[in-house]
């Protein structure tokens, strides 16, 4: 595992412009891990569940519509 102390030894060597790319890597990483605490991804059912209970897709159920059949378009 490495450490802290081999990470700092590698960064005395790089330029000021390499160590400003590191320093906004850094700082996206703690954004990332603040935004994770209020923001989790919905899993597949969780999606689904959202969907039934919000009628996102009750349009489908509408006969309206249907307007293809199973005599249009060209077999594959």
Same mark, same amino acid.
């Given at each position: 595992?490495?450490?802290?102390? $081999?990470?700092? *030894?590698k960064?005395?060597? &790089?330029? @000021? ?6 320093? !906004?890597?850094?700082?996206?990483? /703690?954004? *990332?891990? *603040?935004? @994770?605490?209020y %923001?989790?991804?919905? @899993?597949?059912? $969780?999606?689904?569940?959202a969907? /039934? *209970?919000?009628? @996102?897709?009750? %349009?489908? =159920?509408?006969?309206? =519509?249907?307007? %293809?059949?199973?005599?249009?378009? !060209?077999? &594959?």
């Amino acid at each position: 595992m490495i450490t802290i102390q $081999e990470i700092t *030894k590698k960064l005395e060597h &790089l330029p @000021s412009d390499k160590l400003l790319v590191i320093f !906004e890597f850094i700082d996206f990483l /703690e954004q *990332k891990g *603040k935004k @994770s605490i209020y %923001y989790n991804e919905m @899993s597949n059912m $969780e999606i689904i569940i959202a969907a /039934e *209970k919000t009628g @996102s897709f009750d %349009y489908l =159920n509408d006969p309206s =519509n249907d307007i %293809y059949t199973i005599e249009d378009g !060209e077999p &594959l």
